[in-house]
């Protein structure tokens, strides 16, 4: 029986690399974003929307098994707390915490009547560590490792494990950009500020997205089954710094 993936975001970056690799493994890939990537099937979702995070999953589980979650959806904002307004804070909040809140609780009832599934959430390594003019971004990436954990204590009798994946800087739409904004907002050389992030790597170069979703499928495959509640840094060395 074929298994059922569903990828929150999965349209680009690495939540598009996260889709293609479990097409690859003969899952059935359902992407709900509000951009179709052209991978698997598009449901049309908005996360901010609980309602709609709901009805488009139990949509899904009317056909099939759901046998892992990847919360992948997020947004990217660089501000200190005193430049973030309380609409950014929110709004940050809504797609990065929320998004992930409302698929967990919407698959949840499904993964404990088949008593497996796997639940992994793409944090970041700001959820380890502080980086600067990241005031909201890291504060969201440390509420999706939290909720990995208790997700993970409070489902592991039915056999459902949630881990968190901790990307450093992955070469994706979303970092390139983070990258032209800061050029535009600060006048620097986007090649000179590529470069400058590729040598903070201990690695000396940036991640990509292939190498995210490799992990994850990882940590979805039976080859992970007693691992739970983890944070997994996937940074090339930059938090061992």
Do not use: W
């Not at 459902?160 to 800061?182: D, F, K, M, W």
Request: a negative charge.
């Amino acid at each position: 029986m074929m298994k059922t993936c569903i990828v929150t975001g999965g349209s680009s970056g690495i939540g598009l690399s996260i889709a293609q690799s479990f097409m690859a493994k003969g899952y059935r890939v359902c992407n709900l974003d509000i951009n179709d990537g052209g991978v698997g099937e598009f449901f049309y979702c908005d996360v901010t929307d609980h309602q709609s995070v709901h009805q488009t999953i139990e949509l899904i589980a009317e056909s099939s098994s759901i046998d892992v979650l990847v919360s992948n959806a997020g947004v990217h904002f660089s501000a200190t707390i005193e430049d973030t307004s309380p609409y950014e804070l929110q709004r940050i909040f809504d797609i990065n915490v929320k998004g992930a809140y409302s698929a967990i609780q919407a698959v949840l009832p499904v993964m404990k009547a088949q008593k497996q599934g796997a639940i992994i959430l793409i944090s970041s390594d700001q959820a380890i560590i502080a980086k600067r003019n990241s005031f909201a971004y890291n504060l969201s990436k440390s509420a999706l490792a939290s909720m990995a954990k208790t997700t993970a204590l409070d489902y592991a009798q039915y056999n459902i494990r949630a881990n968190a994946v901790c990307p450093g800087t992955i070469e994706t739409s979303l970092y390139h950009n983070a990258i032209n904004a800061y050029c535009e907002r600060s006048g620097a050389d986007k090649s000179e500020l590529h470069q400058e992030e590729a040598s903070l790597q201990p690695l000396n170069r940036l991640g990509q997205p292939e190498e995210v979703a490799a992990l994850v499928t990882f940590l979805a495959s039976d080859e992970a089954s007693f691992i739970t509640g983890s944070l997994q840094v996937i940074d090339g060395g930059y938090t061992a710094q």
